[in-house]
Each structure stands twice: as C-alpha cells, then as structure tokens.
C-alpha cells in the first residue's frame, strides 16, 4: 500500500488549506485513517483520525473547531480541510493507516504511512 499526502503549501496565519491523502496498491476503504505531524524538534504527534465509515472522527485538542477529517472510500482518499491556521501548526503532515484494532492516537499503532507534506503558517 502507498499513501500520497499532498495540499501542503505556504498560507498566512487565519487561511485554510485542504490535505488529501490517496491510498494505492489496494483499498483503504476498511481502514481507520489519521492524520499526523511533525514539527521541526518535536515528536511525531497525533492531529485527526476517522474510522473506516466516517461515522467517527476524533481530534487532538488543539484543532477542535478548526479542522475536520472526512474520507471519500469511493476515491480512496480522505481529507483534512485546516481552518483559522496558526504559526502553531506548522510541521510536515503525514497520513496513516491504523492497524486492526490499534489505538487510533498512538503514531506505532499505524501500519502504513504517506510520505509527508509540509504546511507553513506564517504570522
């Protein structure tokens, strides 16, 4: 399975961006997927995760209200549409697929992973 992250760029503080993440090899379409970062220094961290229907969605605390995870299985894609940036987000993004029955906010939880895209807040 290969995952390609793309959507990254350079975006002012309070702007948007949308992240795709297209799975192929095979289908994704079962599969927990989560998106993840990291900063320059700083551990990989936990951002969204969205279960293989889309009926849940689970969000690390500083992105509540700001990003939102969705999945298209017809497409093997899935999504991170990123709202009211900060300079705080800015890191590489990775997508990820959970393994069966892994912790979704764990980073070794995940068995397959995209190769990253950087976001850049400026302030």
């Known amino acids: 399975v290969q995952l390609q992250a793309s959507g990254g760029g350079l975006v002012q503080a309070g702007g948007s961006l949308r992240l795709s993440c297209v799975a192929s090899?095979?289908?994704?379409?079962?599969?927990?997927m989560g998106w993840f970062r990291q900063a320059p220094g700083k551990e990989r961290e936990f951002v969204a995760a969205?279960?293989?229907?889309?009926?849940?969605?689970y969000y690390t605390d500083s992105v509540k209200g700001r990003f939102t995870i969705s999945r298209d299985n017809a497409k093997d894609t899935v999504y991170l549409q990123m709202n009211s940036l900060k300079s705080e987000d800015t890191a590489v993004y990775y997508c990820?697929?959970?393994?069966?029955?892994?912790?979704?906010?764990?980073?070794?939880?995940?068995?397959?992973w995209g190769q990253g895209t950087q976001v850049t807040v400026s302030s």
């Open positions: 969205i279960s293989w229907r889309g009926g849940m969605t």
């Open positions: 990820a697929g959970l393994n069966i029955g892994g912790t979704y906010y764990a980073p070794n939880a995940y068995r397959y």
């Open positions: 090899g095979r289908t994704l379409s079962s599969v927990t």
